[in-house]
């Protein structure tokens, strides 16, 4: 997830629908109000329903002038069927979710014949269920996507797909995609390698000193905390076709409004880190990259265990396992149970527990960093 330098509005985040204005509200109306059922449902899956008392789909037999198509109905039939089996892992793992909460706006709808996409934005906020002491109330975010339909000889609308435009693929009511192995590559001796962290619970006690280092982790996670959903101005973003995503490049922000200083030179040199709004190296933005500037420059070391992870620390994450890392977040808050919570970019979300990622994405490698 190398970002490059393509800038884009944030809510596009990869979606190729430009707005047509002359498609009239009443049909927007019509597949906003559809999209905002599918995202509801995939929500409600993860929800204790013990508490939500309704585990009835809003999308079965959806009223109005458009429906599922036979394929897209089977599909999230699929996605629901998964989404349940994440909310069993979670609740094993001592997680629930008490109530939830889901909106969806259009950002641009283009409609030629009988065919038409629609680009939206998602907005999602889960409850945490048997919250104690400080623990987070709620963990959000917001995420992309697009949609399409195609309408029948009475001008009846099915949606037939769903694509989400978002480059991290993080979201905690997402499916996962299936995944793909990637060729083989001779090793790169020069780079040091992160140790794999376990995703064991309990973990092993590793308490954190937080004076040590002269950071400032309080400052990092009040930046994260500021900008999940609201983009610093002061620096690009890597969201868009062909940008890599902005994941780094904000936990890169996160790490230097605590304390972490550049280290000017070369872009490409994975031993230098440096950002601002006209140029950023490689270690800047670039998830492996980062890694390699972490651990070479003593900044960061791997942890055991994911969840000895606290403020201030770095998770990252590698999908299919095939040694090239994918995702990078920062903790911004620990539970007195000993869970990690991270926020991120691509997708934007805040205070997502550990436990949820090791439950929505049991095939993928964790590696997490002391910093």
Known sequence: MVAGVALVP????????????????????????????VFTDRTNALVDQAKSGDDKQRTSGFSGRVRLS???????????????????????????????????????????????????????????????????????????????????????????????????????????????????????????????????????????????????????????????????????????????????????????AGGWKHVPGYTNDFHKWFGNSDIQSDSFVGVNEFSWFALSSKRASSLANVYQADLGDVVQMDFNRDGSKDHTMIVTYRSPQGVPYVTYHSTNTYNRSVASLVASYPNAAFYAYRT
């Open 10 to 37: 944030n809510w596009s985040a990869g979606a190729a629908v430009t707005d047509d204005p002359t498609v009239d509200p009443a049909t927007k109306a019509t597949f906003q109000r559809l999209a905002d059922a």
């Open 70 to 256: 036979g394929t897209q109905s089977h599909q999230e039939s699929s996605a629901l069927a998964e989404l349940r089996g994440r909310k069993s892992r979670l609740a094993r793992l001592g997680e629930k979710y008490s109530a939830a909460s889901t909106s969806v706006t259009l950002d641009a709808t283009q409609v030629k014949g009988r065919s038409a996409k629609v680009a939206v934005t998602e907005t999602t906020t889960l409850t945490y269920e048997k919250v104690k002491g400080t623990e987070p109330k709620t963990t959000g975010f917001q995420a992309h996507h697009e949609l399409t339909f195609k309408a029948d000889r009475n001008g009846d609308w099915q949606l037939t797909g769903i694509r989400d435009t978002d480059s991290g693929y993080l979201a905690v009511n997402q499916v996962a995609k299936p995944a793909v192995a990637a060729p083989d590559t001779a090793a790169d001796d020069g780079p040091p390698e992160a140790t794999r962290a376990s995703t064991a619970w309990p973990a092993p006690a590793r308490a954190k000193n937080f004076s040590a280092t002269g950071y400032n982790y309080k400052a990092m996670v009040a930046y994260a905390k500021k900008y999940w959903s609201n983009y610093n101005p002061d620096y690009p973003d890597f969201n868009g076709q062909g940008a890599g995503g902005d994941c780094t490049n904000f936990v890169s922000q996160s790490l230097k």
